[in-house]
């Protein structure tokens, strides 16, 4: 698993914020369970400095037309379920918490 992170950190680190490449992967390659699957797996796990990386990502997938439906409906329902845990979760000082929540607009 710690090579989808190492690949989600490159993807954000390396292609800044628009993530152009990055969209092109997943629309290209729309059957991904396995990067999905580590996504959420790394959101619950809980670990900070990984969530920082994996939230941009996500952001990114979801504000594009072509992307934000990447998910299945079910790991989508867990994407929701980790979001709101960790918005309810978190001081409101905390950065994630404004992270989950711009992730949570991105969402709805």
């Not at 950190?9 to 290209?28: A, S, T």
């Amino acid at each position: 698993m710690s090579g989808v992170c190492n690949f989600i950190q490159c993807c954000y680190l390396i292609l800044g914020e628009d993530g152009n490449c990055v969209v092109e992967m997943i629309r290209d390659n729309s059957n991904s369970e396995q990067l999905q699957e580590a996504i959420l797996f790394f959101l619950n796990e809980k670990d900070d400095e990984i969530t920082n990386q994996i939230l941009p990502f996500l952001q990114i997938i979801l504000s594009n037309e072509s992307t934000k439906n990447w998910f299945r409906t079910t790991d989508f329902e867990v994407l929701i379920d980790i979001t709101i845990r960790e918005c309810l979760n978190r001081s409101v000082d905390d950065p994630l918490h404004k992270e989950y929540f711009r992730l949570l607009q991105k969402i709805v």
